[in-house]
T-cell receptor, first 112, second 111 residues
């Protein structure tokens, strides 16, 4: 089954404790992206990747890092999480940048 | 001003009603227009995809793009309780690497 898999689904952590949210897709898509979804603000792009080893900032990159060492994986790293990063995070992939985005089921992160 | 504006609702309608969902945008470079549907505790799924202006129909769903007014719409005919979800408009420009999303409209269809 074609899918984007995110883990974990739920995560509660404390300020400053490094964490990684994993994302994997099995569709051989070149383009992958991370979004955060907050009430009233919709989906805002954090980082995106056009291909292996090619990443760039989205609209809200502060406090986040990404890497793309393999085509299928695009982890999101929070080196020192803060409460304002409490949000619902989605990973997405697509065959090319302007076509259908396939989303994972989200990771709900709470930073206390 | 946000690049894409969408009324968050909620919008509550009886089963069988015609639903109209709308977005306005400010960037005249947008050429690709999409509607995503998001059920609770799930990721968004693409519902409709339109390039440039015009209408597109798929079953009970019709997407309209009016580039002169910078206004897009999604119509749902004969709405069903299973249509209850959040609907997000999205758009992107040629040569760009970003898809910009609206805030989403929450729709409730009552049986």
């Amino acid at each position: 089954e074609a899918q984007v898999t995110q883990n974990p689904r739920y995560l509660i952590t404390v300020t400053g404790k490094k964490l990684t949210v994993t994302c994997s897709q099995n569709m051989n898509h070149e383009y992958m992206s991370w979004y955060r979804q907050d009430p009233g603000l919709g989906l805002r792009q954090i980082y995106y990747s056009m291909n292996v080893e090619v990443t760039d900032k989205g609209d809200v990159p502060e406090g986040y890092k990404v890497s793309r060492k393999e085509k299928r994986n695009f982890p999101l790293i929070l080196e020192s999480p803060s409460p304002n990063q409490t949000s619902l995070y989605f990973c997405a992939s697509s065959l090319e940048t302007k076509r259908e985005l396939h989303f994972g089921n989200g990771t709900r992160l709470t930073v206390t | 001003q946000k690049e894409v504006e969408q009324d968050p609702g909620p919008l509550s309608v009886p089963e069988g009603a015609i639903v109209s969902l709308n977005c306005t945008y400010s960037n005249s470079a947008f050429q690709y227009f999409m509607w995503y549907r998001q059920y609770s505790r799930k990721g968004p799924e693409l519902l409709m995809y339109t390039y440039s202006s015009g209408n597109k129909e798929d079953g009970r769903f019709t997407a309209q793009v009016d580039k002169s007014s910078k206004y897009i719409s999604l119509f749902i005919r004969d709405s069903q309780p299973s249509d209850s979800a959040t609907y997000l408009c999205a758009m992107s420009a040629p040569g760009g690497f970003k898809t910009i999303f609206g805030a989403g409209t929450r729709l409730f269809v009552k049986a």
